[in-house]
């Protein structure tokens, strides 16, 4: 395949409609190759107060626009990026790495997120109800918060993105959004495919740069009543701290360890395709990778032997080759992470079976590729089985009971996404009611949801806001009572209703 180009060899931050040029950068390296890209901005707090002040001038005009009009940009913006659909994803692969298949499917996401969103500019539903008192009026609606910052990740450089600014658009705010600075070209697709549908200048604001600096000014700046952020644990839990020092709403999704569980009344090959998925697509980097399977050990054997002969398949290498199943890992960063976990691993005690090393030579050799990975025989309270690797690496850690298997599923801090292959309807239901995860699968892998049902998880992995659905528009909007009295004098609730 011969991949798409850019037009610039130098980002530009996009502020009020405008690009704004910063003169210090650094390099955007395809994690395929090991070929700079693009140069991409490293921002200093004052484009933020920049972007800032033209966000809070422009929302105040784009809140009067009604709801309907607004979604009229969405619409648009979805079209544009269907047509263009091809040209996104290619570049999506370049700068992030994961395989074209799963990038069409990312950039589909976004189509389908401002389709979604744009339908809500008709809906936004309030509520009316009865008042208490005669000759009066009572009602509630969503209004807007004003200015909302988005902080967003590299392994989804555009869903999670779609997912965040969409509803905020959508919901009469404006937005300061500061990407990953290791994909910043879907951010600087999407500013520019904002602008050509009509969103009016200010609404949206692209910011690069690093998360120390300019994730820092914006978790900081008073105008910016909202952050959304997705990413590790670790920072997110610092956003949180800080925003609550200033009584400013913070939605969070920081990630998961997520186990697929086999019983043995399981279909063992339908098990194995949707744990292929789940581990190694993204190389597993995802939020909802499949890096625990928790096997009936009456299975186990068998579950092991076809998962070891499929993954001897996977054929691993450059994203855009239309054959390729697993992609490069981002940097070396993540795979000393990974290189890390494989010697921990071995030190507690698991199996080593497959994988475990990276890969360096013939056409892996100028990028960031790792051998996908299976530990067998973990233990529930290993490292390996607690932590997020974020990596093509699968601890298999065997059961006695459903019981058991659904204890160890609920073991561990995250609480994103979890998966039951079996064929008994009762410990479906069972499943659905104890596993303790956000997302729960039924005979089919930890990955793979919809823009239309609300994403996020428990415990460690955020703190009760969700992405995507209608449940996305509680993180951007205020709920306001009204109460209109049109009975000609003062009446006092709980007091005048006899």
Not at 293 to 301: A, D, G, L, P, R
């Amino acid at each position: 395949m011969t991949a798409v180009s850019l037009e610039t060899k130098k980002l530009a931050n996009y502020i009020n409609g405008k690009w704004v040029e910063v003169s210090e950068s650094t390099a955007v390296i395809n994690p395929a190759t090991g070929e700079e890209i693009v140069q991409v901005p490293l921002s200093s707090a004052g484009s933020v107060d920049e972007a800032v002040a033209a966000a809070k001038k422009a929302q105040k005009e784009w809140a009067l626009v009604p709801a309907p009009q607004r979604a009229e940009v969405l619409y648009q913006v979805g079209y544009i990026m269907k047509e263009r659909k091809e040209r996104l994803s290619q570049l999506l692969t370049m700068e992030n790495g994961k395989v074209i298949e799963e990038a069409r499917g990312e950039v589909q996401e976004g189509i389908d997120m401002a389709f979604y969103m744009a339908g809500e500019g008709r809906r936004l539903f309030g509520q009316t109800t009865p008042a208490e008192l005669k000759d009066k009026f009572a009602m509630s609606q969503r209004t807007p918060v004003g200015v909302v910052g988005i902080i967003t990740p590299w392994n989804f450089p555009i869903a999670i993105a779609t997912w965040k600014s969409f509803p905020a658009i959508v919901s009469g705010n404006a937005v300061i959004w500061k990407p990953a600075t290791e994909t910043p070209i879907m951010a600087y697709e999407l500013a520019k495919i904002f602008k050509e549908a009509g969103l009016p200048d200010g609404v949206i604001n692209v910011v690069f740069g690093a998360g120390s600096t300019v994730g820092d000014a914006m978790v900081h700046h008073d105008d910016i009543r909202v952050i959304s952020f997705t990413g590790s644990n670790d920072t997110g839990r610092n956003i949180a701290g800080e925003c609550g020092k200033q009584l400013k709403k913070v939605s969070l999704e920081m990630g998961g360890k997520n186990a697929v569980i086999v019983m043995d009344d399981a279909d063992i090959d339908l098990a194995v395709e949707g744990i292929l998925w789940s581990a190694f697509g993204t190389s597993g980097q995802r939020c909802t990778a499949c890096s625990r399977v928790i096997v009936h050990e009456s299975v186990k054997e068998t579950l092991e032997e076809r998962l070891l002969a499929s993954m001897e398949k996977l054929s691993i290498g450059n994203g855009l080759d239309e054959s390729i199943k697993v992609g490069p890992i981002i940097n070396k960063a993540g795979m000393e992470k990974i290189n890390s976990y494989i010697e921990i691993g071995k030190n507690e005690g698991a199996k080593l079976v497959a994988g475990g090393y990276a890969l360096t030579e013939n056409d892996h050799a100028n990028g960031n590729y790792f051998a996908p990975t299976l530990f067998t025989d973990a233990a529930a309270d290993m490292r390996i089985a607690q932590e997020e690797i974020f990596g093509p690496v699968v601890s298999l850690i065997p059961v006695k009971s459903f019981e058991e298997a659904i204890e160890v599923n609920n073991g561990v801090a995250y609480g994103l996404s979890s998966s039951i292959f079996t064929n008994d309807v009762n410990r479906v239901f069972k499943a659905q009611r104890d596993l303790d995860t956000g997302i729960v699968y039924v005979n089919a892998g930890t990955t793979g949801a919809e823009i239309h049902l609300p994403f996020g998880g428990t415990k460690g992995t955020g703190n009760g806001h969700r992405d995507s659905g209608v449940q996305a528009l509680d993180v951007f909007t205020e709920w306001k009572a009204i109460y209109v009295d049109y009975s000609g004098k003062l009446q006092r609730a709980q007091i005048d209703v006899d």
